[in-house]
């Protein structure tokens, strides 16, 4: 019998990082090297446009850590600097390719912050943009990717759910002896129904 959504540990908070975008790209490089791209849940059409996501094991498996927690390896960076996915990978890192105080001086030349409410707004979201330095990192060559799944419960609106959360940690092997440093890049979350 299943363990139920009471029984299920509490998922940390959502981080709201979101630096891979779209993950089709390394979904289908998993594909390729023959491996799934998501091990805990799958996707169920129950409708038109609408999805459930349901286990990929017999429910009874969340009873089990293996059950309710996955990772494996993703990608091994390449030592080539140019390599089209680690500049893609730093460029989001730092924090795209939206220049803040280019983007507040042009909002002001060409008149969008043109009221002094405007203009203050633009100050101080253009000083907040500047002042995200509390964490910067770049991705190198012989870097990897994981990615790591866990099931638990989480409030959603006032309710409780059981919950999917797909992470993927950049992770410097070689930046300590003892322990690798990881950093948390990705984090997407599902709703799945364990029935």
């Keep these: 019998m299943p363990i139920s959504i009471n029984q299920l540990e509490e998922l940390r908070p959502d981080s709201g990082k979101r630096i891979l ?3 089709r790209g390394i979904r289908l ?34 009873a089990q ?7 494996q390896k993703v990608i091994t960076l390449p030592q080539v600097v140019e390599d089209n996915f680690t ?16 983007s507040a001086a042009s909002s002001i030349v060409v008149g969008t912050a043109s009221s002094i409410a405007g203009l203050f707004f633009t100050i101080g979201t253009t000083a907040l943009s500047i ?4 964490q910067r990192i770049l991705a190198r060559g012989g870097d990897e990717i994981w990615q790591v ?11 409780t759910v059981a919950t999917h ?6 992770v410097d092997p ?10 948390l890049i990705h984090e997407q979350r599902q709703s799945i129904t364990l029935t």
């Design 131 to 134: 002042g995200n330095f509390s």
């Design 29 to 62: 490089y998993l594909q390729s090297q023959g491996r799934d791209p998501v091990l805990l849940i799958k996707p169920k059409q129950v409708a038109n446009m609408h999805w459930e996501y349901h286990l990929t094991h017999d429910p009874r498996s969340i």
């Design 174 to 183: 070689f930046r300590t002896q003892n322990t690798r440093k990881a950093w």
């Design 165 to 170: 959360v797909l992470s993927y940690f950049l």
């Design 21 to 23: 975008g779209d993950l």
């Design 149 to 159: 799944e866990e099931i638990g419960k989480s409030n959603n609106n006032g309710k």
């Design 87 to 102: 500049h893609r990978l730093n460029t989001a890192l730092l924090g795209g390719s939206n220049y803040p105080v280019l």
């Design 65 to 71: 850590k293996e059950g309710r927690h996955a990772r």
